[in-house]
């Protein structure tokens, strides 16, 4: 049944479904395969853009300026937001390596850009 349903509706079923189960709902048919694959790019692409602006929230306390007691726990939390972020961002790249979805040999190397 699942392989049979319009395009539009696999897009918003594909968009909806968590991080940890995207790729399990490529094995449906060529057309999930393509949608999930969609997905996971643009995932990608996001946790990368947020993990840019994390990152340039950070940069006010490099100053040196700030109340140590407050740095100390913001620097925590920022920290653990970032490896969160990474974390998630190349468990989807993992699962996308692992199941063919990166066709094009270069997409493989955005993982170097994380670090």
């Not at 950070?58 to 140590?68: A, L, M, R, S, T």
Request: proline letters at 3%; a neutral charge; charged letters at 30%.
């Amino acid at each position: 049944m699942l392989d049979r349903l319009p395009v539009e509706i696999v897009e918003r079923i594909v968009a909806k479904i968590p991080d940890t189960d995207l790729i399990a709902a490529s094995k449906v048919d060529s057309m999930w395969w393509q949608e999930v694959r969609q997905e996971a790019y643009k995932r990608w692409k996001n946790y990368a853009t947020t993990i840019g602006h994390v990152q340039a929230l950070g940069k006010p306390f490099e100053k040196g300026n700030i109340d140590w007691i407050s740095f100390e726990d913001v620097n925590d939390f920022y920290k653990r937001w970032i490896d969160r972020l990474t974390e998630d961002q190349l468990y989807i790249m993992e699962k996308m390596l692992r199941n063919g979805m990166v066709v094009d040999p270069r997409e493989g190397n955005h993982r170097a850009c994380i670090k």
